[in-house]
């Protein structure tokens, strides 16, 4: 027998990635991170074309293999997070674009049953794709680069994606873009990203593109606009109260030796109800018709406080003519005393209604 061909790394990863057993497909995967971050640091490293496609296929094989949802889940996220091992630019594009082409290549072959897995790994990698334009502040040139990529791999009429890619690319573009960059992005930034799509849309013939597109990009970006001028608007009354507060916030404090009672009228000293005053009049005219008192002695109730004022009440109270002239007095109203009569049982816990209260007179 021959010597042994020793296969490369990039071989023999990709095929225990696509291993029956799931730990083994598990330590493929951890031993491929730490072999992209060991490569890419390596002055003359970093990864080819066709080395790219063979560990994407290896990639594809280990989400085809993985069956619970939860772990699907948590594979995806894994395999996405790769393009943050790498550490230049150009080798994250790279490494996106064989993604792409792996899905385009493949896609036909994916049944039913596994669509949704891929459905979800393209959504991871097109969000972490945002998160490395993040974390790079959003260069033009980045963003353009990517923007290329994109366009080339999926939306162009020249390019290999199925029918079912490109829909679903195009369907979640604005979603996971917005998760990622709702609250940095500017309306110029925002319509250089967007920008493909209008080109696209003005030149293809697939009746079927320009469907998604008009639904996914602009019906998405038209029913969205109320609620950006509503969260402008708000951000506007919140900006103005502040303002006002801060303009307010003085003039709220009072000068240096003013008292408040400085500016109160005499009047109110005198009457200390205000607006009722009026009313009291009133009240105490009626009583003196009643009572037959002078005119002279109504005036408005003495605002000091204490026993004189408790002492009044009394002598008013022990006056025999108010008790017997005035029936609509305190005496008079209600003089009639009710008899309590005790509830039995368990009745006795409960308030008496006005119903029940209304039978006892009858």
């Given at each position: 027998?021959?010597?042994?061909v ?43 074309h ?20 939860l ?8 395999i ?32 039913r ?73 500017t309306?110029?930034?925002n ?46 009354d919140?900006?103005?109260?502040e ?52 005119a ?18 009394r ?48």
């Open positions: 027998m021959g010597p042994r020793q296969l490369p790394p990039e071989i023999q990863l990709a095929q225990r990635l696509a291993g029956n057993e799931q730990v083994t497909r598990d330590r493929a995967v951890r031993k491929l991170r730490k072999y992209i971050v060991a490569r890419t640091q390596r002055a003359e490293g970093g990864f080819t066709d080395e790219l496609l063979k560990v994407w296929k290896g990639l594809f094989y280990c989400m085809w293999m993985q069956d619970k949802p772990l699907q889940e948590e594979l995806g996220r894994t996405s997070q790769l393009v943050h091992t790498f550490q230049t630019t150009e080798a994250q594009h790279l490494f996106l674009r064989a993604f792409w082409q792996t899905m385009n290549r493949e896609w036909t072959g994916i049944d049953l596994r669509l949704d897995k891929f459905y979800m790994l393209m959504r991871m990698v097109l969000h972490e794709s945002w998160m490395a334009l993040k974390t790079r502040g959003w260069e033009e040139r980045q963003t353009e680069q990517l923007l290329e990529l994109l366009t080339t791999e999926i939306l162009h009429p020249d390019s290999q994606a199925p029918s079912g890619v490109r829909s679903h690319f195009i369907e979640i573009f604005l979603e996971e873009l917005a998760r990622v960059g709702a609250h940095e992005l309306a110029e930034q319509l250089r990203l967007i920008d493909p799509f209008c080109r696209i849309a003005a030149r293809t013939q697939d009746s079927l593109v320009l469907h998604n597109i008009t639904r996914g990009i602009f019906e998405t970006i038209v029913e969205q606009a109320p609620l950006a001028i509503e969260e402008l608007m708000n951000e506007l919140v900006q103005e109260e303002e006002g507060e801060e303009q307010d916030v003085p003039s709220r404090k009072p000068p240096k030796g003013l008292f408040p009672e400085d500016d109160i009228p005499e009047k109110a000293y005198r009457c200390p109800r205000g607006g009722r005053r009026v009313k009291m009049k009133r009240r105490l005219s009626q009583l003196q018709s009643r009572t037959g008192r002078g002279g002695e109504a005036s408005c109730p003495d605002p000091s406080p204490g026993p004189a004022r408790r002492r009044r009440r002598s008013t109270g022990a006056d025999p003519t108010v008790s017997q002239e005035q029936p609509g007095g305190r005496r008079g109203r209600g003089a009639r005393k009710r008899g309590r009569r005790p509830l039995a049982g368990p009745a006795r816990r409960w308030p008496v209604t006005r119903s029940q209260s209304g039978r006892g007179q009858s």
